[in-house]
């Protein structure tokens, strides 16, 4: 291996302000594909898609709301989840919170949020690892970027939420209205109209909004009595 994931990121990805946030700067990919090919011939392996390379609607609505409504993170262990770039991590730091986890499976993403946390000026935790079947640990804010892209992710990733509000942890996500989030079970707090590569989403622009999760129920599964959060 010729370059360690850091080296990587700094050498494809171009450090430029991101559209709806441009207090923060991040490394960013043009295309998707040739720097997928690359990651590929670099490492070996079966390397995901390179989410970590883009700003992508909701992460970018989410960090955008973080960086307006600072109280609601600041002095606060936060955990941002499958959090890619690190642009949501990086804002709460921005924000104020005391301290910022940032959890992805996919390594090439964390190497890219503790690259991104660098240039930003700011300290992130990076943790690689599914912790989907876990829980939230001493977080007691949950940040969520664009999660709920399909069906078998938006299911645990709810269930793991749903966990987070129970253990005490208020839980925010942004979503560009993707198909499989659960609307019924959130609370909209703020809509932003984000600027997106058409290679990624077929549009120029992308409605988006912050939700804060309050429906949880008593069950294990999906039947039982439902109860407000917070």
């Not at 700067?25 to 970590?52: K, M, V, Y």
């Not at 609607?57 to 955990?79: F, I, K, N, S």
């Not at 959890?103 to 690892?129: K, L, P, Q």
């Not at 996500?173 to 659960?182: E, N």
């Amino acid at each position: 291996m010729s370059e360690t994931p850091a080296e990587f990121v700094r050498t494809y990805a171009q450090l430029s302000p991101v559209a709806s946030v441009p207090e923060i700067r991040l490394h960013q990919a043009a295309e998707p594909i040739g720097l997928w090919e690359l990651t590929e011939g670099e490492f070996r392996s079966e390397q995901p898609p390179p989410f970590w390379a883009f700003a992508w609607a909701g992460g970018q609505a989410l960090a955008r709301y973080v960086l307006d409504h600072p109280e609601t993170v600041a002095g606060m262990r936060v955990l941002d989840l499958a959090s890619g770039s690190g642009l949501v991590a990086v804002a709460a730091a921005r924000a104020g919170a005391s301290r910022v986890r940032a959890v992805d499976t996919d390594r090439m993403a964390i190497a890219a949020v503790e690259v991104n946390a660098g240039a930003n000026g700011v300290v992130v935790e990076g943790e690689t690892g599914d912790i989907l079947d876990g829980d939230a640990g001493d977080a007691q804010v949950v940040l969520a970027g664009d999660v709920f892209y399909s069906k078998a992710m938006a299911n645990r990733v709810l269930r793991f939420l749903i966990r987070a509000v129970r253990g005490g942890a208020r839980v925010l996500v942004g979503d560009p209205d993707r198909a499989y989030l659960p609307r019924d079970r959130f609370q909209p707090l703020a809509g932003y109209d984000i600027p997106v590569s058409p290679a990624l989403e077929s549009v120029r622009m992308k409605h988006s909004r912050v939700w804060e999760l309050t429906q949880i129920t008593s069950g294990t599964g999906g039947a039982g009595r439902e109860h407000r959060a917070g």
